[in-house]
C-alpha cells in the first residue's frame, strides 16, 4: 500500500520533514532545549536547559563558540565544546561573584595569578558545599594573560567583525584544577571588569537529551 501513500501524498510534506535535526552540542541554537545525565555536580544533574544566547569568543589561533543556558529555576550556566587532539568534551561554566572568589580562595593568592605567569600554583582555602564538585585543592596556571575579543552574537556561519568598536577586548586565564576535572577561568577586560568562572569538563554524554526549536 506504499504506492497509495506516495501518489496522494505526493507535494506535501510530513512535520518530521520540516523538524530541524540536532545531533551534536556544536550544532545548539538558541530556543533548543538540553536535558543532562545524572552527574556529580547537583546543579546540573538531571536538569533541562534552554539555550537563552549564543555569543563568540575570538583568540590569536581559535574562535569558540559560548552557549547561554538557562534553567527552569533561572539558574545561569555557560557551554562549549572542547576539543583537545581530536578528544570532544563539554565546558560547564558558572560565573563566581567576589564574594565566592574570596570564599575559594584568598585575595593575596589569587592576585598573584595576574603577576606569577603560567606554572604558577593556586590553592584553595575552603570548600563551600555548592561548589564542592567545582573545585580542586591546587590549580595550576595554563594560559596566561592570552589576548581575545568577546562578540555578543553567533559567528560560526559568518565572519566575525574585526572592527574593535563592534566587541570586547579581554585578557583571558586559565588555571587547571589538578583533581576532578575542573578547572578556573578569568576575563579581564578593557573596560576593567573582571569576570571569574569556576568551570568543570564532562564527557559529550553528559548530554543526554537534546530538542531543537525548531
Known amino acids: 500500500m506504499g504506492w497509495l501513500k506516495n501518489l496522494f501524498g505526493k507535494g506535501e510534506?510530513?512535520?518530521s520533514e520540516n523538524v530541524r535535526s540536532l545531533n551534536h552540542a556544536a550544532e545548539l541554537n538558541k530556543g533548543d532545549i538540553i536535558k543532562m545525565s545524572f552527574l556529580d555536580q547537583q546543579d546540573l544533574s538531571n536538569k533541562r536547559f534552554e539555550v537563552?544566547?549564543?555569543n563568540s569568543y575570538d583568540?590569536?589561533?581559535?574562535q569558540e563558540t559560548s552557549f547561554t543556558l538557562k534553567g527552569q529555576s533561572g539558574d545561569i550556566f555557560f557551554l562549549?565544546?572542547?576539543n583537545d587532539n581530536g578528544k570532544e568534551s563539554l565546558s560547564f561554566s558558572r560565573l563566581l561573584k567576589?564574594?565566592?572568589?574570596?570564599?575559594?580562595?584568598?585575595e593575596n593568592d589569587f592576585s598573584h595569578v595576574f603577576n606569577e605567569g603560567a606554572g604558577s600554583k593556586l590553592e584553595r582555602k575552603s570548600i563551600p558545599a555548592s561548589f564542592e564538585d567545582w573545585t580542586s585543592a591546587t590549580y595550576v596556571e595554563e594560559e596566561d594573560c592570552?589576548?581575545?575579543y568577546y562578540h555578543k552574537g553567533d559567528y560560526r556561519k559568518r565572519s566575525i567583525p574585526r572592527i574593535e568598536d563592534e566587541s570586547c577586548g579581554l585578557e583571558y586565564y586559565l588555571l587547571a584544577g589538578l583533581e576532578n576535572n575542573v578547572a578556573i577561568e578569568i576575563e579581564v577586560y578593557a573596560s576593567g571588569e573582571t569576570e571569574v568562572s569556576a568551570v568543570v569538563y564532562l564527557d559529550m554524554s553528559a548530554i543526554e537529551e537534546m530538542w531543537p526549536a525548531t
Do not use: H, N, Y
Request: hydrophobic share 30%; aromatic share 8%.
Open 13 to 15: 510534506s510530513s512535520d
Open 52 to 54: 537563552s544566547e549564543v
Open 59 to 62: 583568540f590569536e589561533r581559535e
Open 80 to 82: 562549549s565544546v572542547c
Open 98 to 106: 567576589r564574594s565566592q572568589v574570596l570564599d575559594l580562595f584568598s
Open 146 to 148: 592570552v589576548k581575545g
